[in-house]
């Protein structure tokens, strides 16, 4: 096994091969289809929150880590004037994102690149701020991603980390890769965040729970998964029958562990010491 923090059993996947994957359903219309185009519960809304916690303004340069199709990044740059940075894993995300900034005038202050979380391509003290939203939980290094994290931050500067919260045992169905990159599989409770940004040098701000967004999130999910046979008849959602039904399967699965209090939401601010 590639890194010690994956939970996953030794002979399911290499941490390159779930990035892969993360990577590929990201990318996948059916994703922005069944979620919607900000890929987090909460919506712009939350990265809202997330960005007044950030302290931005124009004259920040906020790193947006695992941004998608930049959503978030050209939401935050229009809202608070700053300059933006994204990196996500998939290739097809980042042009799709740098098309978008390009489309919304914003190609001179908003720029996405190819680039794993685990080893961002920038120098030491580069950013004014981080923003990671819901892709923490997909890192199966998560003491290097948050050690990356605070690297690349200037001392004083301010993170913000959001992600889907396990607050008990799961379902073994919900232990498997698909479950994985639905951001579920290697969720971990809040104080484990804390814990791993806590070990990377971040004083702990604040943390706020946000489960209804994710409840929110997984019903909007669960009825359109029940109008997919549908779509896929009208050829406007491309999923394979089996892959449906799994998607199903974690969906109902899910619902339950959030209606039991066993999944959640939630929103870390932290701040790398002055
Ligand atoms: C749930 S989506 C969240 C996207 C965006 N942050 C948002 O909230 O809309 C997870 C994203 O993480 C990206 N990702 C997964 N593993 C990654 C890695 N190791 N490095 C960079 N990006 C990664 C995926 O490609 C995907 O775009």
Not at 43 to 67: C, N, P, R
Not at 69 to 78: K, P, R, V
Not at 233 to 256: F, H, N, S
């Amino acid at each position: 096994m590639a890194n010690a923090d994956l939970n996953l059993p030794a002979d399911a996947a290499s941490g390159d091969d779930i990035k892969s994957c993360c990577a590929a359903v990201y990318e996948h219309a059916a994703a922005r289809i069944l979620l919607g185009d900000t890929l987090h519960p909460g919506g712009l809304a939350l990265t809202e929150a997330l960005g007044k916690s950030l302290g931005l303004h124009e004259g920040s340069h906020l790193l947006d880590i695992a941004s998608g199709t930049g959503a978030s990044a050209i939401f935050l740059a229009q809202r608070f004037g700053c300059r933006v940075t994204g990196v996500d894993y998939s290739a097809q995300s980042v042009d799709e994102a740098n098309g978008r900034a390009a489309n919304e005038g914003l190609a001179d202050r908003v720029g996405f690149r190819q680039a794993d979380a685990e080893r961002l391509p920038f120098p030491d003290q580069r950013f004014d701020a981080v923003l990671c939203e819901c892709a923490f939980c997909l890192f199966p290094d998560k003491t290097q991603a948050a050690s990356e994290f605070a690297r690349v931050l200037r001392p004083g500067g301010r993170l913000a980390l959001s992600d889907v919260a396990r607050d008990g045992p799961l379902p073994p169905s919900l232990d498997q890769l698909m479950a994985w990159v639905a951001c579920i599989a290697d969720a971990r409770p809040v104080e484990d965040y804390e814990g791993y940004l806590r070990a990377a040098g971040f004083d702990i701000r604040d943390a706020t729970r946000h489960d209804e967004a994710l409840g929110a999130l997984v019903d909007n999910a669960r009825l359109k998964l029940l109008g997919a046979d549908v779509l896929i008849g009208l050829g406007k959602l491309d999923m394979a029958p089996g892959d449906l039904a799994a998607a199903k399967e974690i969906a109902a699965e899910a619902r339950q562990a959030i209606t039991h209090g066993q999944l959640g939401y939630a929103a870390i601010a932290a701040a790398k010491p002055a």
